[in-house]
Structures are given as C-alpha cells and as structure tokens.
C-alpha cells in the first residue's frame, strides 16, 4: 500500500520557520515525482512546491517563492518543505504528494497524498 505520513506542523510566530516532513512507505520515493499542497480555511487547495515534469522542473508557488524550499531524503525515503519568514497567510493544512508518472503539481493526477499537517502562522 502506497502511504505517505506528514509531520512537523504546529504554531509558530510571523517570520519564523518550520519544517514539514513526510514519510513514504510502500513505494521507493527517489522514482516520483514529489510536491506539497496546503488548503486554506474557506479557500482551494493549491499546488505549493511540485515537480511537475520528468527533467525536475520544480514549481513555486508566486507566494512562496525565495521562502519555501523542498528537498528530497532517498535514503530515509523521506521529503521535507522547509518554509521560513513564514507569514500568517501560510496558515493551512499541507498536504505532502506523489506521483510516478504524471505531474505532482495537478491533485487530480496523484497517485498518492497525505493526510495533511495543520501549519498555524499567528503572533
């Protein structure tokens, strides 16, 4: 069974920073294509931080760009967003995802996704 598991959210301050992670089991990580959503309170889910073709061209989201990293751990199976300076605007449950084939930056495409980790940006 393909499973992917997050960890990491929680609350932290305006202009600090967190670390999501996200633990596969079930499939060998280092072959998909991997990416983050987050959904808002009252608002669509959207595309974060993705790999949307097979040659790696990772999308940003304009609002996250220069401050969100993804990365990529093979050998514990493992992917992580790093966001810093973060803003109350990030406030939403991330979800982390996976596909083998298709793009990772369309949630209709996904073969896999998480359960998703509230992330709360709030003073």
């Known amino acids: 069974q393909l499973k992917l598991v997050e960890s990491g959210g929680g609350l932290v301050q305006p202009g600090g920073s967190l670390r999501l992670s996200c633990a596969a089991s079930g499939f060998n990580l280092a072959q998909y294509k991997i990416g983050w959503f987050r959904q808002a309170p009252g608002k669509e889910r959207e595309a974060v931080v993705c790999i949307s073709s097979s040659d790696g061209t990772t999308y940003h989201a304009d609002s996250v760009k220069g401050r969100f990293t993804m990365s990529k751990d093979n050998a514990k199976n493992t992917m992580y967003l790093q966001m810093n300076s973060l803003k109350p605007e990030d406030t939403a449950v991330y979800y982390c995802?996976?596909?083998?084939?298709?793009?990772?930056?369309?949630?209709?495409?996904?073969?896999?996704w998480g359960q998703g980790t509230l992330v709360t940006v709030s003073s």
């Open positions: 995802v996976a596909d083998r084939f298709r793009s990772a930056c369309v949630w209709e495409n996904l073969q896999v």
